[in-house]
Nanobody
Framework: VQLQASGGGLVQAGGSLRLSCTASGRSFNGYTIGWFRQAPGMEREFVASLKWNSRHAYYTDSVKGRFTITRDNAENTVNLQMNSLEPDDTAVYYC???????????????????WGQGTLVTVSS
């Protein structure tokens, strides 16, 4: 499955952005979709994941209450709504997908086989 991430940009602290991850060539049915981010000089870290069929969402603690991951059946897209953005949220955001994700590995980047190209989010103070 080919993934396309979009929606990044420059926003002031406290602002909002919505990232989208679209699959081409295949439905997301049966997949877990994850969002990860990588700041300059830092390792890639987990942000949120969604199990497409169950709609079960999981978030890293630092974004709980601010970010929401949802699916759009008609567009075969997973969205990450990011509110109350902080300068520490600045990073390249990647979406990833895999069919074989189990609960204990949903935050592990190595568990995902398919990746989008990344979209840059910059939050100014």
């Amino acid at each position: 499955v080919q993934l396309q991430a979009s929606g990044g940009g420059l926003v002031q602290a406290g602002g909002s952005l919505r990232l989208s991850c679209t699959a081409s060539g295949r439905s997301f049915n049966g997949y877990t979709i994850g969002w990860f981010r990588q700041a300059p000089g830092m390792e890639r870290e987990f942000v949120a994941s969604l199990k497409w069929n169950s709609r079960h969402a999981y978030y890293t603690d630092s974004v709980k209450g601010r970010f929401t991951i949802t699916r759009d059946n008609a567009e075969n897209t997973v969205n990450l709504q990011m509110n109350s953005l902080e300068p520490d949220d600045t990073a390249v955001y990647y979406c990833a997908a895999d069919r074989g994700i189990i609960t204990s590995s949903r935050a592990n980047a190595n568990a995902y086989d398919y990746w989008g190209q990344g979209t840059l989010v910059t939050v100014s103070s």
